[in-house]
């Protein structure tokens, strides 16, 4: 495995402040609703140049918050229960994740192929699987399958550290690119294979993974700490995949979950590993 250096700095207080204003400015969509709409509208346009020049926040936060609001809703009534995953779901720009071709359909409930055989998640699965950790903003995070980088910025979202692994080094060293551009400065980067979890990091409070193995490798629940949360699909085969949940209890002793049929990309091994 190559760990790689992080291109930009962690979220300071300022970055982190500039994301709430903004929420402000551009997440509740009050102004159109105000009766001096075009006022209200220039001083919101004013506000998120100010952040974007002051603070270097990607303008990509900007842009489609109807589409991103619209989405949080589906997901809702689909099932998706918790708010905080909501909200992190309706602040990450899932456009700036998917290629060109898809900007298009990068706000519908659907996976979108991103290159190398691989694929963005559809955004229930992924605020389901998040959901499923139960994140409360403290927790060191594995992620397994870096992807394109979207599941890994809204875990960056919720949670404290996140340290994900990707066995495709084109893949990885996009994500990394992307997610430091989007300023997510809490996310440690490391392309290889992932079957064998991030020892030297671990214990990890939530691990999660987005490829299916036969069976849960045993190093993965060695690295999860007591009281934490493993979310994953299980299957050898594509058309009989389980998404399951596994819980270590402050005994050591585990629980094991099933949240239904799912399809991913199988596990893949580096070769000799």
């Not at 949080?72 to 009534?77: D, N, Q, S």
């Amino acid at each position: 495995m190559r760990v790689l250096p992080h291109p930009g700095l962690r979220i300071d207080r300022g970055r982190r402040t500039a994301r709430g204003l903004l929420g402000v400015l551009v997440g509740e969509g009050r102004w159109e609703r105000e009766g001096d709409g075009g006022r209200r509208q220039r001083i919101v346009v004013e506000g998120v140049a100010w952040v974007v020049q002051s603070v270097g926040v990607d303008p990509s936060f900007f842009e489609r918050v109807a589409e991103r609001r619209g989405l949080v809703g589906e997901l809702r009534r689909e099932g998706i229960a918790d708010e905080r995953v909501l909200r992190a779901i309706e602040r990450v720009p899932r456009h700036a994740f998917v290629p060109v071709e898809s900007g298009g359909e990068a706000y519908v409930d659907g996976p979108l192929p991103i290159g190398r055989g691989q694929t963005i998640s559809q955004p229930w699965i992924v605020a389901r699987m998040t959901e499923a950790l139960e994140l409360g903003g403290g927790e060191r995070v594995l992620e397994i399958g870096t992807g394109c980088g979207y599941q890994t910025a809204v875990l960056a979202e919720l949670a404290r550290e996140v340290f994900t692994i990707e066995l495709e080094e084109v893949l990885g060293v996009a994500a990394r690119e992307r997610l430091g551009r989007l300023g997510y400065g809490n996310v440690e980067f490391w392309i290889g294979d992932g079957s064998g979890g991030w020892p030297e990091a671990a214990p990890f409070d939530a691990i999660l993974a987005a490829a299916a193995p036969a069976r849960i490798p045993p190093r993965l629940l060695d690295q999860l700490a007591r009281g934490g949360r493993l979310c994953m699909p299980v299957g050898d085969d594509v058309r009989d995949q389980e998404l399951v949940v596994v819980h270590k209890r402050s005994d050591g002793t585990l629980a094991r979950t099933s949240l239904g049929g799912v399809r991913f990309v199988p596990f893949r091994a580096k070769p000799g590993s």
